[in-house]
């Protein structure tokens, strides 16, 4: 079985400053993927990054890294220089056919 | 390309009534999957399908039923529905294959029991 741990239920970061949200996780899996998605207030959930088991370099989208240390089984994301629109719930997930998602942290971006 | 959708947008039942959620895609994705949404919670998985005719349970199957006779469309079906399941759903649909396919996910329905 697949577990995904997000243990900041809440996090208030000041505008322009990074931001690292954790996730650790459990798969018995050889290969598997990271996601990690933005819900903003409206519902939606949004893509941002995925990190694969075998690659060798951490991801990157822009402003999104992924700080992914397969040893001690954790991806996290770091959001670098911190816009008040970043204000959401952001969710890791393992998904192979159906997903496994973390309880989510709930990022606030304070001007 | 409308991507994933999803009807109706809300809706209000009375506890014991029936219903069906219905999903639909329209990127000849492979898997689809249905999850529900607590208030303040993360996302957790109903059922799931890998293609026309397989489906599985996932976490919390309990209280739902699916079926997938198309690839395109994915409807979850509430027997008797429960004050319980008040949640969002949300369906979701990816390509089949490498693990950094991205899942697309519906807008949701929220569903109030009463």
């Known amino acids: 079985a697949q577990k995904i741990t997000q243990t900041q239920p809440g996090m208030f970061v000041q505008e322009k400053e990074a931001v690292t949200l954790d996730c650790t996780y459990d798969t018995s899996d050889q290969s598997y993927g990271l996601f990690w998605y933005k819900q903003p207030s409206s519902g939606e959930m949004i893509f941002l990054i995925y990190q694969g088991s075998y690659d060798e370099q951490n991801a990157t989208e822009g402003r999104y890294s992924l700080n992914f240390q397969k040893a001690r089984k954790s991806a996290n994301l770091v959001i670098s220089a911190s816009q008040l629109g970043d204000s959401a719930m952001y969710f890791c997930a393992m998904i192979r056919p159906g997903g496994v998602f973390g309880q989510g942290t709930r990022l606030t971006i304070n001007p | 390309n409308a991507g994933v959708t999803q009807t109706p947008k809300f809706q209000v039942l009375k506890t014991g009534q029936s219903m069906t959620l219905q999903c639909a895609q329209d990127?000849?994705?492979?898997?689809m999957s249905w999850y529900r949404q607590d208030p303040g919670m993360g996302l957790r998985l109903i059922h799931y399908s890998v293609g026309a005719g397989i489906t599985d349970q996932g976490e919390v199957p309990n209280g739902y039923n699916v079926s997938r006779s198309t690839t395109e469309d994915f409807p979850l079906r509430l027997l008797s529905a429960a004050p319980s399941q008040t949640s969002v759903y949300f369906c979701?649909?990816?390509?089949?294959?490498?693990?950094?396919?991205?899942?697309?996910f519906g807008p949701g329905t929220r569903l109030t029991v009463l």
């Open positions: 990127m000849n994705h492979e898997y």
């Open positions: 979701a649909s990816r390509r089949a294959g490498p693990s950094y396919n991205e899942q697309f």
